[in-house]
């Protein structure tokens, strides 16, 4: 997909399909030239209402005389002044109609979209990501793909400004959506993929692919051995049920200086969790491959990163195993050694995220971090909690849980704060070793929060479960992306000014 931003006289546009927004007034300036041009045809339709006013309602007129484009699409706006939310629908309400038009260009005159609670960049970047992201199938195991048959496909948008000014800015945040978009597609593949083909192995390969010509990008991985070595026996509890063997994956992006302290985003990949002997039952045990998503959120993340070159330093960390039962499977009431000293007593084998990621929290302490923030499908207390619409969010820092919060809702991709609390981390009490792997009844959420917060004592940490988020279910099944925009955004928020 080629998105650009220009400036330009909309009424001029040679064009397949020319967007424009209207209030039932049609009073908007872009609209009002345009429709003056046509004699007053789109005007006509506005107050005949054939254009139902509600935001991102859409209206697409195959021919109109007097200018060049060969389509209108008319989108309504709602409201004189249209909310961010507002703009929301109307941005994926465009996408949408684009991408199943049956066309391969169109220009969109956005300068009549004056939201009352967003700026121009927000908007274009907003354009720029649902568009591109439009598109997105997975069709990789069917036999017969999308692009056998006779589907036409968008390929060229263009953003139009009437005014030269400020293009560059503009420019910089469609390239920014267009980044969060193509990280998300990458988040989207890798989480879709079976978990026969997606194995820790071939995170390790992706990574590797992801820093091929790259000079910014270097990868290393750890296998078994080396995390036996570091006295990894948290994590390895769990990687020791499958024949596949676990990996810690070391993403190194140097965009900054030397001396800038690292962003750590560090991912959950287990990518298939049975349960191990502690076995989940069989009904949609399938949707367990996705139980690496946290992890596509990192790749994604650094794709993106490395896409638009950004001037900062980050290490994407990757704990990926596969969590299965068998003969040598941990079972309940064992008791591990994490790398950092701490004991832990596994009541339960099915809260093996937590067990894979403490291990790599500690490894992350000789990174220096300026923050570090996991990313994982970690309970389904969340989904009980927030639902599928928001991720959960769990800190040890103020300002770091703000920023994050504020990423999200910027980009549309929300997080909301947990608690946490001594009351809570009493709930880890094991009767054998220093903590139990699993916390009683209620505050599930919480509960796995406060066990990875033991391991994150030597910086400012967060903790995002996507486990509602991160894949949708029943007949839409597939990943969504999330919470790659949130990521993005935070890390753009971090940039030197
Ligand atoms: N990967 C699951 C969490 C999960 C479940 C995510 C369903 C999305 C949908 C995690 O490893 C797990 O099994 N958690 C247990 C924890 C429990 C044993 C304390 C859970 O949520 O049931
Ligand atoms: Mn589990
Ligand atoms: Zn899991």
Known sequence: MDIAVKSGNAAKQQTQCLVLFTGTKGKQPVFASVDKETGGALSTLITRGDLQQTAGKTLLIPAVSGIKAERVLLVALGKEKPTAADGEKIVSAVASTLSRARITDAVIAFDDIELSDQDTVWLVRLFARNITNAGYTFDHYKSKKKDDTDSVELSSVALLQASRKELEPLKQAAAEGAAIAAGMSMARDLGNQPGNVC????????????????????????????????GMLSFLSVSKGSSQEGQLIIMDYKGGKKADKPVVLLGKGI????????????????????DMCGAASVFGTMKAIVDLQLPINVIGLIATAENMPAGHASKPGDIVTSMSGQTIEILNTDAEGRLVLCDALTYAERFKPKAVVDIATLTGACIVALGHHTSGLISNNDELAEALFAA????????????MGEEYQKQLDSNFADMA?????????????????????????????????????????????????????????????
């Open 437 to 497: 792997n699993i916390g009683g009844s209620g505050a599930g959420t919480i509960t796995a929060g406060c066990f990875l917060s033991r391991y994150a004592k030597e910086f400012p940490w967060a903790h995002l479960d996507i486990a509602g988020t991160a894949w949708k279910s029943g007949g839409e099944k597939g990943a969504t992306g999330r919470p790659v925009p949130l990521l993005v955004q935070y890390i753009l928020s971090q940039l030197p000014s």
């Open 199 to 230: 194995t820790p192995k071939y995170l390790t390969e992706q990574a590797k692919e992801l820093a091929k010509g790259v000079t910014k990008l270097s990868v290393k991985a750890l296998g078994e051995k080396d995390m036996e070595k570091l």
């Open 271 to 290: 990518t298939f969790d049975s349960g191990g002997i502690s076995l989940k039952p069989g009904a949609g045990m399938d949707e367990m491959k996705y």
């Open 408 to 419: 999200g809702n910027t980009a549309g991709d929300k997080a909301w704060r947990l608690p």
